[in-house]
């Protein structure tokens, strides 16, 4: 399969406009190529001329992996009847012959963005980079359903793709679905069920469990504080401060508990930093300095 960078080579304009005449080439044919964004507008039309000149920026951007067409209403009126565009400005998003993303009315130039990043999960090898990390950052930034919908765009292209479908899992963790995150999880194809992507997304779901009967930390903390040999409260205490996101002190936490009496409840505190480890990033800070302290401990 081609990527995007080889399939577009051979047309270098990306923004055009067209009309009745042209749009089933410029449209239809070329969305067969790569996702075209359609853009309704008309000149006396005062949100057009707003989002227009945004479209247009992210779309250069883009390099490629998506192209634009301009319709004036006014001089292609039946394409605006067949679409039954109703008010402009309007976008509509076609991809392989078909309509498969629209929007009616000026956005802010994020959610353009996020438009396109949708749009280029949808084309295949190309953009499958770009689009793993424009779905990671919808996530991060708490746009949990687009994140939805962009992974599984990547997964109906590339089923195997292991940071997609991890990225999946953890998308329905965040939605506090934990039941499908974890039927996502054990359904996940046999070639990527072992991957570290899938298996850090079990520990998160593990862990998303725990928090919700997570105690109070205030109160945890206090009986630790009374009873340093607690031990179950230590533990507890490590759980409510992962639930509340303070990683490093649960760390922490289950480190001292290790160090104070490492076989307590079969092992548990060791057993849980390594939850912890499969739930981060390989070479996130608190793992690597958690793992050090924890060999030293093992091996002292």
Known sequence: MLGLSEKTAAVPTVIKDTTEAT???????????????VDFWAPWCGPCKTLGPLLEAAVTAAKGRVRMVKVDVDQNQRIAAQLRIQSIPAVYAFWQGQPVEAFQGALPGSDIKKFIDKLTALAGDG?????????????????????????????????????????????????????????????????????????????????????A??????????????????????????????????????????????RRDREWNDGAARAQLFTLFDALKPQDPIVLKGRRRLSSMIFS
């Open 23 to 37: 749009f089933l080439a410029d449209v239809i044919e070329a969305s067969r190529e790569v996702p075209v964004i």
């Open 127 to 211: 953009g499958l980079a770009d689009a793993l990390e424009a779905a990671e950052g919808m996530l991060a930034e708490g746009a949990v359903v687009d994140a939805v919908e962009t992974f599984a765009a990547i997964l109906d292209e590339e089923p195997q793709n292991a940071v997609a479908y991890g990225g999946l899992v953890r998308a329905h963790i965040a939605m506090g679905d934990l039941d499908q995150a974890e039927a996502f999880a054990n359904g996940a194809p046999a070639a990527i069920a072992k991957s570290k992507e899938i298996e850090a997304a079990r520990a998160q779901i593990e862990l998303a469990r725990q928090a």
């Open 213 to 258: 009967k997570a105690g109070p930390e205030r109160e945890l903390r206090a009986a630790v504080e009374a009873d340093a040999q607690d031990h179950q409260a230590r533990f507890d205490l490590a759980t409510a401060l992962h639930a509340t996101g303070k990683v490093e002190e649960a760390v922490d936490e289950l480190l001292e508990l290790f």
